[in-house]
């Protein structure tokens, strides 16, 4: 009967010990993840940028991306984001930009501010730790 129980001690303390080693120390897990998405709506061109380390050069980069995609100068930051969801939305003559921790909350958010109808999301995009 001991060596049963000693039996079954050492597959439980075996498994804990298993799924132990796959959980990361609750720091690895989190960090904070930047984005933004950066636009010349004249141009009708944007740029996006994800899992910078932080805001500013998530806005950088965005604005580098929407320059080179054709925007030149006139490149502007519309929304930026930690650990979240930017949207854009797109209408006959109108943008709307959104964003939230959740993909669903950021392209709620772009519709929303899009005041033309028939807007549908355009573009999305995430960082790593956003929330489902």
Sequence with gaps: MKRMFTSAAV???????LFAGNIAPAQAQGGNYYGAIAANVRAGVYGYAQDYDSYSAARSAAINACAG???GGGCAVKVSYRNGCGAISISKGWWGFGSASTLQGAKREALNANPGAGAFIKHWNCTSNYSL
């Design 11 to 17: 597959l439980v303390a075996t498994t804990a010990g």
């Design 69 to 71: 995609a054709g925007g």
